[in-house]
């Protein structure tokens, strides 16, 4: 079982995962790339590695979206005041062209928030 933290908690990030969660376990996790993503996220398993590196694998669902005009599955989302207005506010391909503003639906829990379009973020390591 994992403790609830107030909002004004804190806490060591240095604990292995392993010691946290574990099949079964539900939590919540939120990143900020500007705009925050709240994420649910469960433990389906865990596998033996073995030695080698650590690696954490994850999945989403992908987000089912319908137009909000005609009903029809959404390739398209046109951002509100909010994320969640951005979620609900389906175009489907006959719609989007008479937004303004649109953002495609990504495979993606960022999908139709703050500007993302699903586009991979590069990461440059510096090899010296």
């Known amino acids: ?4 933290l107030r909002d004004d ?4 990030m240095n604990v292995p995962l392993g010691q946290v969660v574990h099949t079964g376990s539900r939590f919540r996790h939120e990143y900020d790339f500007g705009t925050t993503t709240e994420l649910t996220l469960r433990v389906l398993g865990e596998l033996d590695g073995g030695d080698d590196e650590i690696r954490l694998l994850a999945r989403n669902d992908a987000p089912a979206i319908d137009c909000h005009r005609w009903g ?14 951005a979620m609900t ?8 062209p008479t937004s303004e503003y649109r953002l495609p ?9 703050c500007g993302y379009d699903g586009a991979p973020m590069w990461i440059i390591v510096d090899e010296e």
């Open 105 to 113: 639906i990504v495979n993606s829990p960022r999908s139709g928030v």
């Open 72 to 85: 029809a599955p959404a390739s398209w989302v046109s951002p509100g005041e909010d994320d969640w207005i």
């Open 89 to 96: 506010a389906g175009l489907c391909d006959a719609c989007a």
């Open 1 to 4: 079982m994992i403790a609830l």
């Open 9 to 12: 908690e804190e806490r060591e």
